[in-house]
């Protein structure tokens, strides 16, 4: 690490928070999400069954949580570049226990629906403010670091959480899981009241009347690299999203996996994990666009080849698994570096565009990832080839941003607003 890098990791916490605690406490905070969407997986079945739940519409609880997390990051990214991101966190981090403590005890599934979309309402400003906290810290390449670090815990989250719920399952029903979750945002709002420093600059804070958000709100849908890296980020998601909607009903009923279901989950999200430690190391001396466009390359390819797998019918479930996980570990590289280059721009106003990145990419995405798993016809064929659409919709949405050329910006930065 440079003398420069130790002396900026230096300025950063107050008395007694290391860097180190800054990375793990927003690793904690972003893998919150990934947390609430992939513990519960092992559940749906008895929970639907407890609830009477029709077979496809078990997945709405992920969905209800996304729209949810997407709609409130539009309050929550503003209110952080007013308030702070700590008061923020405290606030969103409250609202999520009440939404797990509902979902602990819904009666019917309407009941536990309207508990997801609270959580995820919640869940927001950890999101939020965790990106805009990292982004009112570092910048560029370093940024890039950064958030591949954190992204690291971000992509293991998914990799262990479906052992814990069937953990969980093991000794309490399918309501456990719940509780759990809960629990894990109980601990998560300690963390933060009692060793969080604020982040904002006092001179970086702005107003939150509808002018100043609206100009800022203007300022991430006008930035012609924050836009085109928004359009690619939401098609790489929507992949992710309609992986994690199948997933469980492509391995426990298609393949019939009941018991070995979060190892196979597992082994395939623990590339993504890899990855993006790869990338926290090799960003800062290739760049982000190297690392990111070689990666959604990769992505593409594999998705493609997955799918003439899957056309020709000799698809089985080790090269599901194989070329899956393929996949997964160039989406690794891809997340952290575009959200990067979308958010570089918008500096001055890292809450509310950050808050615009995650409501478009959070809201489109799932929505196209869940489109994909209503789509479930007790074959992974749905799932196959809808990824393969979303990552060439995604190569498209880079290309027409950097002019047809990749691995290098094809354009200048648009000037920030003054404050």
Excluded at 115 to 126: E, F, M, S, T
Excluded at 213 to 242: D, P
Excluded at 276 to 300: I, P, T, W
Aim: glycine fraction near 8%.
């Amino acid at each position: 690490m440079s003398a420069a890098s130790n002396l900026r990791h230096e300025r950063v916490p107050h008395p007694g928070l290391s860097f180190w605690e800054i990375i793990s406490l927003a690793a904690a905070l972003m893998a919150l999400n990934a947390v609430a969407t992939s513990m519960m997986l092992p559940a749906l079945p008895s929970m639907s069954e407890a609830l009477n739940v029709a077979e496809n519409d078990r997945q709405l609880v992920i969905t209800a949580y996304m729209v949810g997390l997407a709609f409130a990051s539009l309050f929550f990214g503003p209110l952080s570049d007013t308030i702070g991101r700590r008061p923020t966190l405290l606030i969103g981090l409250s609202l999520y226990i009440v939404g797990g403590i509902y979902s602990t005890f819904a009666i019917s599934y309407e009941h536990m629906l309207a508990a997801r979309v609270l959580q995820g309402i919640g869940a927001a400003a950890p999101r939020v403010a965790s990106i805009s906290m990292i982004r009112d810290w570092y910048s560029g390449r370093e940024m890039g670091k950064v958030m591949s670090l954190v992204m690291v815990a971000f992509q293991i989250a998914p990799v262990i959480a479906p052992f814990l719920g069937q953990v969980v399952l093991w000794f309490a029903p399918w309501q456990g899981v719940f509780a759990a979750l809960t629990l894990f945002g109980v601990l998560l709002l300690v963390w933060c009241f009692r060793r969080l420093p604020e982040s904002l600059d006092a001179a970086n804070q702005r107003p939150m009347v509808l002018h100043s958000i609206l100009e800022a709100y203007k300022l991430a849908l006008t930035t012609r690299v924050t836009v085109g890296y928004i359009l690619a980020m939401t098609f790489v998601f929507a992949c992710l999203f309609a992986f994690i909607n199948s997933a469980q009903q492509v391995f426990m009923e298609r393949y019939q996996l009941e018991d070995l279901f979060p190892v196979v989950f597992a082994a395939i999200s623990i590339a993504m994990a890899i990855s993006s430690y790869l990338n926290s190391r090799m960003v800062e001396k290739y760049g982000l666009r190297r690392m990111s466009h070689m990666a959604l390359l990769g992505f593409c390819a594999t998705t493609l080849l997955l799918a003439a797998v899957a056309a020709t019918g000799s698809l089985t479930l080790v090269t599901f698994i194989a070329i899956q996980s393929l996949s997964m570990f160039f989406f690794g590289f891809i997340g952290p570096n575009f959200n990067t280059m979308a958010m570089e721009p918008l500096g001055r106003v890292a809450g509310a565009g950050s808050a615009m990145i995650g409501f478009i990419t959070t809201l489109a995405g799932a929505l196209l990832g869940a489109g994909i798993g209503k789509l479930y016809d007790g074959t992974e064929l749905p799932l196959i080839y809808g990824v393969a659409l979303f990552s060439i919709l995604s190569l498209i949405s880079v290309l027409v941003t950097e002019n047809g050329k990749l691995f290098r910006p094809q354009f200048e930065p648009q000037q920030q607003p003054s404050k």
